[in-house]
């Protein structure tokens, strides 16, 4: 099987401008899980998203907002960016949600504001 | 709530070594625990997990991890580092009562094994 993708692997984005990472899961799992990794601030849940609906949110600002589509391929975005959006965006894809099931993460999104 | 500390920010070893890296979690249930690899530009790769019953757990690449409840420690180890294995550990928890798949991470630990 192919593994999770994400595309773009590189963002250079300007203060203020919006963004919009991509993520598609491993074949047959409908689960997609978002993180922020950070020097600083290390590896932060985002939110998931299971079956098109948001199952989980971590404590980020409502600037950043995600979805899912019908063939569980995930959509991140980010608006009016920041200067310490700065980060890897890595997904994350499970069969299922909940219990003891892992995650496959994807490469990353390596998103850089100036 | 749930948390997670990897105590040490870099662990040093020599080649054929054993290596351990050390993970100590806090749950308000019973944990789900895993261990994830990140090599430079690239994602995580899942090593091992535990879930209930045997607390050694064996896992890829010749890692494996003791659960301790009493502790509430899930050390990984391996008997004989390889230099292949410097890399990004980071240990993850969930709360077996927590409904999703949201993983709480440790700051994780740079592994360096030395030739």
């Known amino acids: 099987k192919a593994g999770v993708t994400q595309t773009p692997r590189y963002l250079i984005k300007t203060r203020g401008q919006q963004v919009t990472l991509s993520c598609s899961p491993i074949s047959g799992h409908r689960s997609v899980s978002w993180y922020q990794q950070t020097p600083g601030q290390g590896l932060q849940f985002l939110f998931e998203y299971f079956s098109e609906t948001q199952r989980n949110k971590g404590n980020f600002p409502g600037r950043f907002s995600g979805r899912q589509f019908s063939n569980s391929r995930s959509e991140m975005n980010v608006s009016t960016l920041e200067l310490g959006d700065s980060a890897l965006y890595l997904c994350a894809s499970s069969s299922f949600s909940g219990g003891a099931n892992e995650q496959y993460f994807g490469p990353g999104t390596r998103l850089t504001v100036t | ?115």
Request: proline letters at 5%; charged letters at 15%.
């Open chain 2, 1 to 115: 709530a749930q948390s997670v500390a990897q105590p040490e920010d870099q662990v040093n070893v020599a080649e054929g070594n054993p290596l351990t890296v050390k993970c100590t979690y806090s749950v308000s249930g019973n944990p789900y625990l895993f261990w994830y690899v990140q090599y430079p530009n690239r994602g995580l790769q899942f090593l091992l997990k535990y879930i209930t019953g045997d607390n050694l757990v064996k896992g890829s690449y010749g890692f494996e991890a003791e659960f301790n409840k009493s502790q509430t420690s899930f050390h990984l180890k391996k008997p004989s580092a390889l230099v292949s294995d410097s890399a990004l550990y980071f240990c993850a928890v969930r709360d077996m009562k927590a409904a999703g798949n949201k993983l709480t991470f440790g700051g994780g630990t740079r592994v360096l094994v030395k030739p």
